[in-house]
């Protein structure tokens, strides 16, 4: 029995030349915000947000199905067959990935015992993602991203919108509806134009949120409603967490980057996350079990058990993408394709004793040596996994960094690691 009310028959596919590498990035766009949906679901106890997350969960269902069925009409020989293998494992893992979201989302809409204080515990530095239906008399309606400018004049990012379709009320059963006949918009940039109806995703601080949230629907923002914690120490089981779940989506982000450059290194890096990752859930399962005991009801931690094995999950999954690069097999053009469509690359390198990197000082990201490139994470040898973003840093010898930026930069930022012989 469908805990959601009658879940929609699945949709009819039939095969149709498409467009297998605009299938590919599509999945690939769609996991990167399912994973940001359903954990700002948990996180936030939101309900419409874990309501987004099946409605996308069932897309890319159909997406996974397209995606088969180009790639088995294109394999026309043995060459073929060796290259496209590691494709279909790549649609493959991209479907476990959502699969791991939906179950993530299904611990608010089955109200699977979690701690009441969640939010109170959530780091400020997480941000706060909400959904809204964007009001026919809002000052955004009928404007591009780049006229409203709101990231600039506010720090809020419009992440996604949903166009079309029924809209998905707070009441209404999270099985109903289809996806059929809505458009997700899943990277919009600053040409796109905020539609009255659209459903709007939106990602920033606290404070400016709640008048953002308003402008845009005509109502007033309810942020949930912080209570105090009813389990010792949640405040580190949370950042435990997000913690996971950052190194997750690093992995992602490395895994298809690895495919895409035939990087060993990155292949390589992402096996380390996925260790690390596993470590933690191990961890974290220990803390909840050690937990329950003091709990007053120790069902309410179920809802963490889950939210620890569906991180793990999602990190497995991230290795699988990886696949192919580990067994030295050459990239299909359709892959280097759909994940090589940004201009942006992800570069890794290690620090030289005696380089000009060494000892050097990273700020909100960027090395103060090579303002063209971001440091987004750094494994340090004796201390693991450091994930940059707004913090401050300093780059120390055998620091192995990853980072982003143009072509032409990674190779001038990988000339800086080295040790220059005097």
């Not at 008399?137 to 709101?150: G, K």
């Not at 913690?243 to 895409?260: G, Q, R, T």
């Amino acid at each position: 029995m469908d805990p959601f009310g009658d879940e929609p028959s699945p949709v009819s596919i039939e095969y149709e030349p498409v467009s297998v590498k605009d299938v590919l990035v599509e999945m690939k766009d769609t996991a990167e915000l399912l994973i940001d949906l359903s954990y700002s679901a948990v996180l936030h106890r939101n309900e419409d947000l874990a309501r987004e997350v099946l409605r996308l969960e069932r897309r890319m269902d159909v997406l996974e199905m397209r995606a088969r069925m180009g790639l088995l009409m294109a394999s026309r020989n043995p060459g073929d067959a060796e290259q496209l293998a590691p494709v279909l494992g790549i649609v493959a893992a991209t479907g476990t990935i959502s699969d791991a979201a939906g179950d993530i989302a299904k611990i608010v809409l089955e109200e699977m015992g979690l701690p009441e204080a969640m939010r109170a515990a959530l780091p400020e530095a997480a941000g706060v993602l909400v959904r809204g239906v964007v009001d026919a008399d809002s000052p955004y309606a009928d404007r591009t991203l780049q006229d409203i400018d709101l990231e600039s004049e506010t720090g809020v990012r419009v992440i996604a919108l949903r166009r079309g379709g029924r809209r998905l009320s707070s009441d209404e059963p999270s099985g109903s509806g289809g996806a059929g006949d809505e458009d997700w918009l899943l990277n919009p940039g600053p040409t796109t134009t905020i539609a009255p109806d659209d459903v709007a995703f939106l990602r920033g601080p606290d404070a400016a949120i709640e008048g953002v949230y308003e402008t845009l629907t005509g109502s007033p923002y309810e942020g949930p409603a912080v209570e105090t914690p009813d389990v010792d120490d949640l405040e580190r089981a949370v950042d435990t967490i997000v913690h996971m779940k950052n190194l997750s989506e690093l992995a992602i982000d490395l895994a298809y980057s690895s495919v895409l450059f035939d990087s060993e290194g990155l292949a390589e890096e992402v096996r380390n996350l996925e260790v690390e990752v596993d470590a933690m859930q191990s961890r974290f399962e220990a803390w909840t079990l050690r937990a329950a005991g003091d709990a007053p009801d120790p069902v309410a931690l179920r809802g963490l058990i889950r939210l620890g094995t569906s991180t793990e999950v999602i990190s497995d999954a991230a290795l699988d993408l990886s696949e192919g690069v580990f067994r030295e097999i050459e990239v299909h053009p359709v892959v280097e394709m759909a994940v090589g469509e940004s201009d942006e690359i992800i570069a890794r390198i290690e620090v030289e004793s005696g380089s000009a990197l060494d000892g050097t000082t990273i700020a909100a990201g960027v090395p103060e040596t090579e303002p063209t490139m971001s440091v987004i994470a750094i494994r340090r040898p004796d201390e693991g996994w450091l994930l940059v973003g707004d913090a401050d840093a300093e780059i120390r010898e055998g620091d192995v960094l990853i980072s982003k930026g143009t072509r032409t930069a990674a190779e001038a930022f990988e000339e800086l690691a080295v040790a220059t012989v005097r």
